[in-house]
T-cell receptor
Framework: DSGVTQTPKHLITATGQRVTLRCSPR?????VYWYQQSLDQGLQFLIQ???????AKGNILERFSAQQFPDLHSELNLSSLELGDSALYFC??????????????FGPGTRLTVL | AQSVTQLGSHVSVSEGALVLLRCNYS??????LFWYVQYPNQGLQLLLK??????LVKGINGFEAEFKKSETSFHLTKPSAHMSDAAEYFC?????????FGKGTRLHILP
């Protein structure tokens, strides 16, 4: 158990809908990262927040957005969902700001299925 | 641009045999390199990381990797495979604010 929690575990929705994925980092960790894992794209970094502020951006679509709240939990919002958004979405956390050398602790993921 | 290539999407080894998972990177500057493991239905777990200190990096569960700049490689090895090593392994490279994962190698352990 990494100490990172993600809810829900599974989510099934329809095209065009909007969903929110939630992540609670390990106690004391200030950075939260979001990743998408799919069969065709592999594992892709989406975005990082550090202490409430956006820190780094990867291959995140404009239809997707995220935020980190004062209690450090984070939410990933996915809107206008398409079939291709079906994937496993991981959240990770780390103690500090740096993406490069920090050890990241991954949650168990949320499996999103878009029908 | 930097990227990472993992050779072999599936690797099978016998229990007790040497595990060798290959990773090559391309980077214009010295990178930071990582190996992660993903067990079925779980998130990723860091095995080891190279951050420009020692070129031979020891990780958890008996794994190690050697950074070879001349070969732009960071192969993962373990002297003796165990059934519990069956999982998917990801090599990743980071520089500045970007992290790029390889496609992953699924390791199968044969009894």
């Amino acid at each position: 158990d990494s100490g990172v929690t993600q809810t829900p575990k599974h989510l099934i929705t329809a095209t065009g809908q909007r969903v929110t994925l939630r992540c609670s980092p390990r106690s004391g960790d200030l950075s939260v990262y979001w990743y998408q894992q799919s069969l065709d794209q592999g594992l892709q970094f989406l975005i990082q927040y550090y202490n409430g502020e956006e820190r780094a951006k990867g291959n995140i679509l404009e239809r997707f957005s995220a935020q980190q709240f004062p209690d450090l939990h984070s939410e990933l919002n996915l809107s206008s969902l398409e079939l291709g958004d079906s994937a496993l979405y991981f959240c990770a956390s780390s103690p500090f700001m740096g993406l490069a050398t920090d050890t990241q602790y991954f949650g168990p993921g949320t499996r999103l299925t878009v029908l | 641009a930097q990227s990472v290539t993992q050779l072999g999407s599936h690797v099978s080894v016998s229990e007790g045999a040497l595990v060798l998972l290959r990773c090559n990177y391309s980077s214009s500057v010295p990178p930071y390199l990582f190996w992660y493991v993903q067990y079925p239905n779980q998130g990723l777990q860091l095995l080891l990381k190279y951050t420009s200190a020692a070129t031979l990096v020891k990780g958890i569960n008996g794994f190690e990797a050697e950074f070879k700049k001349s070969e732009t490689s960071f192969h993962l090895t373990k002297p003796s495979a165990h059934m519990s090593d069956a999982a998917e392994y990801f090599c990743a490279v980071t520089r500045d604010d970007k992290i790029i994962f390889g496609k992953g190698t699924r390791l199968h352990i044969l009894p």
